[in-house]
């Protein structure tokens, strides 16, 4: 079964770590990914850029409004993504705890929809 995990970070407690905890926090999580890759656990893994860099987009009986940054004001915000296999939410739970950013945001572990099973179900061929 597949989990989107999904990192959010607070750039005000990013802020706040010693100098040096940044990097050494990325290396353990690129670590650990690196890990969970050669046991194929790990699918694939993304960094986000800044929310500052994003774009929401909208459309409302017909007509598309496009705005500056993320979909809502929030201190934290998506900062990146692991797709993962796990057996159940509980293993998936378990992986996400090994990443380090829940100190300083947090984590959610999505259960991935089956895109064929979906195709099937409306009757759309791949």
Do not use: H
């Not at 934290?76 to 509980?90: H, K, P, S, T, V």
């Not at 090994?98 to 959610?108: C, D, L, M, Q, T």
């Amino acid at each position: 079964m597949k989990f989107l995990v999904m990192i959010y970070c607070d750039d005000s407690l990013l802020g706040d770590l010693p100098d040096g905890q940044f990097d050494t926090m990325m290396r353990g999580c690129l670590d650990k990914a690196d890990e969970l890759k050669r046991n194929g656990t790990l699918i694939d893994s993304q960094k986000l850029q800044a929310p500052s860099q994003s774009r929401t987009m909208r459309i409302r009986q017909g007509r598309t409004t496009v705005v500056d940054g993320p979909f809502a004001e929030t201190k934290e915000y998506l900062g990146g993504f692991n797709l993962i296999e796990a057996r159940d939410m509980d293993e998936a739970l378990e992986i996400a705890k090994s990443f380090p950013w829940a100190s300083i945001g947090s984590i959610e572990v999505r259960p991935v929809a089956d895109l064929e099973e979906e195709r099937r179900r409306v009757s759309v061929a791949a």
